[in-house]
């Protein structure tokens, strides 16, 4: 699924691109919607970056399970496992 965000849209909120996704990221990482990696991936940012952004605003990383094995698979198609 595709989601086009409108010039308009973005003038209006005086957003570039990268910005609204981050944004989106982060709300939705703040809602536990989506996984630290997968909200990371999503904002464009590497998951270090992410956790910066998240701080900034005071938003506590939540790292369950699900984060740890994707953590894990990603460790293991890295070939560091």
């Known amino acids: 699924m595709s ?3 409108s010039n308009e849209m973005l003038t209006a909120t005086r ?3 990268a910005e609204m996704r981050q944004e ?7 809602r536990e919607k ?3 990696a997968q909200a990371s991936r999503f904002a464009g940012l590497n998951p270090v970056t992410f956790q910066h952004l998240l ?3 005071q938003i506590p990383i939540h790292y369950g399970i699900e984060d740890f ?3 894990l698979e990603n ?3 890295m070939g560091r496992l």
């Open 3 to 5: 989601i086009v965000i």
């Open 15 to 17: 957003m570039s691109e």
């Open 24 to 30: 989106i990221a982060v709300m939705l990482f703040d």
């Open 34 to 36: 989506l996984t630290l």
């Open 55 to 57: 701080a900034s605003r």
């Open 69 to 71: 094995q994707e953590d």
């Open 75 to 77: 460790l293991r198609a």
